[in-house]
């Protein structure tokens, strides 16, 4: 077996030391809650029977109080894709724990946005933000202690995050994330962006754009580009969350079913009362942490993560820093090539050996923590392996190659010898870049600055000929705090146009970019804010600045005396409309993005003291 890589083995140190009087409190915590919390067994007769009134068949079953009853947290919608096939999950799962001698009850539902309904609209100011508002609404589904275990159903960008945050709360129950899957391929992703190219240059009318989006996106499941939904099912997959390759097998089909169906049967053979106990609380912890991260620079995955990983550690009593990714990245060789860093989707990337190539060459190669505590078996070894049906059995078989190295490679040959992301820091603040889809040309941007305070002008601008120059596009006052840190991925086709036409091209901003970010250099999430004084509010229209990737750096080009006399500028109004402001105790409250951007976490932690 081979030995731990030396840099993780450093990192994963470091941060289990950082991490120890909190992880002593939170551990401490899902003891509690096992031991001497609120349970089942505690409720009165009167909580009992409101509990089990309309449980139906399985009303005598819970009633015992001697078979474990499983809940349900769903964020079934039927107007996102990822969601809609979870609508007929909570029967199966109950059918499913009825033939283990358990029971199941739907604990609650939580909101699931679709940032790419919202993509560029009001409502995407709320989409960061909904992230701690399915972590309150997934513990508050938990708080009725009628559970001994829980399934998670969610898979898209804020919901899984969300999920979890709310469940570490009650981190000594067993918890399995249960995913739908992506839909099945349709029109190419890089047609796709070149129509939406050829409507940003007014080439293309709004129903040809049209016609490509549908085609795109036309079906149950997940988006099959690799964003920020599909870089959570991975993470789970290399955290041990899922069932071993439950990650992007399509919907409705009797893989999928299956799958489910063992996750439910699992849930039923780790609870507090078997000899294979696994709570959530003690699978996430400072190595599982780590595989996340491991696996985002493997594969190219969303710089979502680069905020959501540490929120998640922290609901977990561990501390992560970009400094954290940085180093991992440094070590870590890209073995994925999924679109926008590639041609193929996650359909794609699945048939030529998907995340079961990926963990058993990490593996294999010192580059995965494989003694983490999963769901599944005893460590990560499992999740080498794909599962199959055979005579209608489900079963697990290994992957012995890549089945299309344009596609996935081995660590002896990958696509690039480090991770898809760079950590920047300079006279700007600190940021992150995904590197993994921009050409190395690309790298090193160094132009003058044209300042913006909302998407929308930026566009005005470009249609109005006033880009057609090397020019570093900054847009700023889009931090959590100032308006929801909401995604500019509308601004990708302008920026690729202009890219195209041969010009230096990068985008600065304190808000974020979408997880299908691609080609286009975009030094995003810049800590601290332009809110409450960030440097990136100090910036002027022609200032020289540069972006690099290469040295990890961003800075402003500006004399120092000059830098530091500057005065701030006038904040936008606070955004008032589409619900915005009902998120304004969130937007006040709301940490760096480098800790999680999370108001109810830094809240929950100014509270305890910690």
């Known amino acids: 077996m081979t030995d731990l890589n030396p840099v993780i083995a450093k990192v994963t140190d470091r941060i289990i030391r950082r991490s120890a009087p909190r992880r002593r409190q939170y551990l401490d915590l899902i003891e509690r809650g096992r031991d001497a919390g609120t349970n089942r067994a505690q409720l009165s007769c009167g909580n009992l029977a409101h509990a089990f009134a309309a449980s139906g068949d399985d009303k005598p079953v819970i009633r015992t109080g001697r078979a474990m009853n499983m809940g349900i947290v769903t964020a079934y919608n039927d107007m996102l894709s990822a969601h809609q096939p979870y609508g007929r999950y909570p029967e199966a799962i109950k059918i499913a724990a009825r033939e283990v001698g358990a029971t199941a009850q739907v604990a609650g539902g939580v909101p699931a946005m679709c940032d790419g309904v919202t993509q560029g609209q009001a409502g995407m100011d709320l989409s960061l933000f909904s992230r701690d508002t399915i972590a309150l609404g997934t513990a508050v589904a938990l708080s009725h202690a009628m559970f001994e275990g829980a399934l998670l159903l969610g898979i898209c960008d804020k919901i899984v995050p ?116 696994r709570p959530l609380g003690h699978c996430i912890d400072e190595k599982a942490i780590v595989n996340a991260i491991i696996g985002l620079m493997a594969t190219g995955g969303s710089t979502n993560h680069a905020i959501h990983v540490p929120a998640i550690a922290r609901a977990a009593g561990i501390s992560v820093d970009w400094t954290d990714f940085a180093e991992l990245s440094d070590v870590v060789p890209l073995l994925a090539r999924i679109y926008p860093n590639g041609s193929g989707d996650v359909n794609a990337f699945e048939a030529a050996g998907g995340m079961a190539y990926v963990i058993r060459e990490l593996l294999d190669n010192g580059l995965l923590h494989r003694d983490i505590l999963t769901v599944a078996r005893a460590d990560l070894t499992d999740y080498g392996k794909e599962p199959v049906l055979e005579n209608e059995a489900l079963l697990w078989r290994d992957v012995p190659a890549s089945r299309d190295e344009a596609m996935l490679r081995p660590v002896s040959s990958p696509f690039s010898p480090d991770g898809g992301m760079k950590l920047l820091s300079g006279n700007l603040g600190r940021c992150v870049m995904k590197v993994s889809a921009v050409d190395p040309s690309r790298w090193t941007i160094e132009a003058p600055a044209a300042i913006f305070h909302d998407q929308d002008d930026v566009l005005r601008a470009f249609k109005a000929g006033e880009l057609e120059r090397d020019v570093v596009v900054v847009v700023r006052f889009q931090g959590p705090r100032a308006n929801g840190m909401p995604e500019l991925h509308k601004l990708t086709p302008a920026l690729g146009v202009l890219q195209d036409r041969g010009f230096k091209v990068a985008l600065v901003t304190d808000g974020r970019m979408s997880g299908a970010s691609g080609k286009v250099p975009a030094a995003i999430h810049l800590s601290p804010e332009a809110l409450g004084d960030g440097p990136i509010a100090r910036l002027r229209d022609g200032d020289m600045v540069r972006v690099c990737a290469q040295t990890g750096s961003i800075e402003a080009l500006v004399d120092a005396a000059q830098w530091d006399a500057r005065t701030m500028p006038q904040a936008p109004p606070p955004p008032y409309d589409t619900g915005r402001e009902l998120f304004a105790l969130f937007r006040q409250h709301s940490d760096l993005a480098e800790a999680g951007a999370s108001p109810i976490l830094a809240a929950m932690e100014s509270e305890l003291g910690s």
């Open 162 to 277: 969300g999920l979890l945050i709310g469940a570490l709360r009650f981190g000594h129950l067993p918890t399995i994330l249960v995913p739908s899957g992506p839909m099945p391929s349709g029109l190419a992703n890089k047609e796709k962006v070149r129509i939406r190219q050829l409507y940003a240059e007014g080439k293309v009318g709004k129903e040809e754009l049209l016609e490509a989006e549908s085609a795109s996106y036309h079906g149950a499941g997940t988006c099959t580009f690799y964003g920020t939904a599909n870089s959570n099912q991975m993470m789970m997959e290399v955290m041990g969350l899922h069932m071993p390759g439950a990650a992007f097998i399509n919907p409705g089909t009797k893989l999928r079913t299956e799958i489910t169906r063992a996750a439910v049967h699992r849930l039923a053979g780790i609870g507090w009362d078997s000899e294979d106990y």
